[in-house]
């Protein structure tokens, strides 16, 4: 019988797609995919450290497995992942898990197979231990190539486009953990869109830590697609592909040559995420984040501009250290002179080895709290109303499945990002109607999805 293995993944888009290569490097050794944890013979926790609360609940998690371990000996417990590289972290690590079997970081996925192998070969030699590999810099992006990639089947498959990050924000560890920014060549981008497409996936996410900074690493060289705006307008060429996105991008470099691209490219949707981080032109320039408030609102008048039906969300946190009660007033205040559809909302966490995790003002926990409570707040009201004035108008959606909450309706995403709840039309079932793009008229809106009818498939 063979072997099986589970999958826990925490974090960003970047982690999904690194856990489908770590799924798909187990399935090549002839493991199978287990539904539960406790079904598997081997698992993996593909780790995150953005947040301290991320990593609190990851080392909770190795915490209950350890269960699993007692009653399993032969369990193979694999932590890979952001955490890994974190200063430190192996040992809080350990710590918590001391049967962890792999320790393992973000430049090395290719060797889970030899990891395991080696795992399992000093068992049948009576070997102990811990077997540790954390690369401090990536030895080139080559050995991605190629590499198998169990993705999840539906409509959307994720495509990392490039890796790290050069910005070194003062609050954000990824450029330490992720090392700096490397491009994939656009001809690999190119071909792996394609082969997607040809395989009946309609959506791609295009992937990074700063995806409008793709290709500035990159030697010059022939053929279009050097740079993010000509890459998106040879990907929108791609035959059977019906959506385009992208994310993360970042305000200080995200040119008009991108906002044309989108405006110009059919499949590029219209969603636009761009992490504002702060309303105040202060905590941004402690923040390191190279752009003004008054910048960030320019960038977004330019681009409602020209891009007709534009829709913006972000990312803020709160408490950032030395910010003050008039900062968060600047911040509340864009929010709301923005309106974003929807927001990513954190009190700020240190971590160590960032700059500000070592500014001597910090703000207080109860009060980082209640600026936090206040924000949603206001969020959750510019969403309402946003999704409120959508009720009666038609959207177009690509339908995903059955609606988790609601069985026997479909739901989807409209080109900007909503999730939509939608009833089949009359004699059409959720089957017939994943991977196809319906029109849907808009009859109720919640903070956080629209619902509708679909009158013909």
């Not at 798909?24 to 598997?40: H, S, T, V």
């Not at 371990?69 to 200063?87: F, H, M, S, T, Y």
Request: with cysteine; glycine share 10%; proline share 5%.
């Amino acid at each position: 019988m063979s072997q099986s293995y589970h999958v826990i993944t925490y974090g960003c888009q970047m982690n999904v797609h690194d856990s489908e290569v770590l799924a798909g490097l187990l399935e090549n050794m002839g493991y199978r995919r287990a539904g539960e944890p406790e079904q598997a013979d081997l698992i993996l926790l593909n780790t995150c450290c953005v947040r301290e609360t991320a990593e609190e609940r990851i080392l909770g998690r190795l915490g209950e497995l350890q269960r699993l371990k007692r009653e399993n000996p032969d369990l193979i417990l694999v932590v890979a992942g952001c955490l890994g590289q974190e200063a430190g972290s192996v040992e809080r690590i350990l710590r918590r898990a001391a049967q962890v079997d792999i320790v393992m970081g973000t430049h090395n996925l290719h060797r889970l197979p030899d990891l395991v192998r080696e795992v399992l070969t000093g068992r049948n030699g009576n070997g102990a231990g811990t077997l540790v590999e954390i690369w401090d810099e990536p030895a080139g992006e080559q050995w991605r190539q190629g590499l198998p990639i169990m993705r999840e089947r539906g409509v959307r498959a994720w495509v990392t486009i490039m890796y790290g990050c050069d910005n070194y924000c003062a609050y954000c560890i990824v450029p330490y953990v992720r090392g700096r920014e490397r491009s994939r060549e656009p001809a690999d981008i190119v071909a792996e869109v394609d082969d997607l497409a040809k395989r009946g996936y309609r959506e791609v996410v295009l992937l990074g830590q700063n995806v409008n900074s793709y290709g500035l690493d990159l030697e010059p060289g022939p053929g279009p697609g050097r740079r993010f705006a000509s890459l998106l307008r040879e990907l929108d060429k791609t035959q059977g592909l019906a959506r385009i996105r992208y994310t993360t991008s970042h305000p200080r470099n995200f040119g008009d040559d991108i906002i044309e691209a989108v405006a110009d490219c059919g499949k590029v949707c219209e969603n636009f995420h761009l992490p504002v981080q702060s309303g105040s032109s202060r905590v941004l320039g402690l923040m390191n984040r190279h752009y003004t408030r008054e910048d960030y609102l320019a960038l977004v008048e330019g681009i409602r501009r020209r891009v007709p039906g534009a829709a913006f969300s972000t990312d803020v946190i709160v408490g950032f250290p030395g910010e003050t009660d008039k900062d968060f007033e600047d911040t509340l205040e864009l929010v709301r002179e923005v309106r974003f559809d929807s927001a990513f909302t954190f009190a700020y966490s240190p971590r160590v080895g960032t700059p500000a995790a070592r500014a001597p003002d910090q703000v207080a926990p109860e009060v980082k709290q209640d600026r936090l409570r206040r924000l949603i707040e206001t969020q959750n009201e510019i969403s309402l109303e946003i999704n409120r004035a959508q009720i009666g108008r038609e959207v177009e959606v690509l339908v995903e499945g059955e609606a988790e909450k609601a069985p026997g309706m479909a739901a989807g995403r409209d080109r900007v990002n909503k999730l939509v709840v939608l009833s089949p039309p009359e004699g059409t079932t959720v089957t017939e109607l994943v991977g196809r793009e319906v029109v849907v008229r808009v009859e109720k809106a919640t903070t956080w999805s629209l619902e509708g009818r679909a009158d013909s498939p």
